[in-house]
């Protein structure tokens, strides 16, 4: 049996950088790519759902039990099965945000909400999370000057909004610095990339040989 793959989840804001970092990891380290919400066929429903901008909004804790039924699907279908085949995963979001977003963002109990963020997961952690944090008004400017008619419901929220989502990710690597790597999303794109494969590596070691 192969050894058990690693789960590294990139975090951040809208307009961090985050997706970029997380596909040049995922190639850097030949592991499995993925993202939340909608990486299955019930999760792209439910994406539609929680981020059309011209769909009604869900209430609070409606739009926090959709991203925890995608989250379960997404597990159950995708990230469990490639971690037990010896894969390492590459997520564009994960559990902590559902905490930043519906917990710090639209004032959800965090604590509360941590229990449904397991149970949905079945307990699955992160190995490692990486922030990738940056000023809001960089992040606003960044979605902007890339189309910003084409935001999706959450990019709309405004700096308020986005204000207290990136607190609630500080919060949370502040407090399991184990877990976490937070870095600088205004370095150069390829700089932050090496910091982030540099950083992963002593943190987890190296990818298995071959990747996924």
Avoid: N
């Avoid at 279908?77 to 994960?94: H, I, K, M, Q, S």
């Avoid at 189309?147 to 986005?162: I, N, Q, T, V, W």
């Amino acid at each position: 049996m192969p050894a058990r793959g690693r789960l590294i989840a990139l975090e951040g804001i809208d307009g961090c950088g985050k997706t970029t970092q997380a596909r040049a990891l995922a190639g850097v380290l030949g592991a499995m790519l993925t993202h939340e919400p909608g990486a299955t066929a019930l999760g792209a429903q439910l994406r539609r759902l929680l981020l059309d901008p011209d769909a009604s909004a869900p209430s609070s804790r409606a739009e926090a039990l959709l991203m925890a039924a995608d989250r379960a699907e997404h597990v159950a279908l995708v990230v469990e099965p490639a971690l037990a085949a010896g894969a390492w995963v590459v997520t564009d979001r994960y559990s902590a945000s559902t905490i930043a977003y519906q917990g710090y963002g639209h004032g959800l109990d965090p604590p509360a909400l941590a229990g449904l963020v397991r149970w949905a997961a079945g307990g699955l952690q992160a190995d490692l999370s990486v922030l990738v944090d940056v000023e809001v008004e960089v992040a606003a400017a960044r979605l902007a000057a890339a189309g910003g008619h084409g935001a999706d419901r959450m990019e709309r929220l405004g700096p308020a909004f986005a204000t207290r989502v990136r607190e609630g990710f500080l919060t949370q690597a502040a407090a399991d610095p184990e877990h976490w790597l937070v870095v600088d999303g205004g370095t150069e794109v390829g700089v932050l990339t090496a910091h982030i494969v540099a950083s992963v590596r002593e943190r987890l070691g190296d990818a298995p040989a071959g990747g996924r």
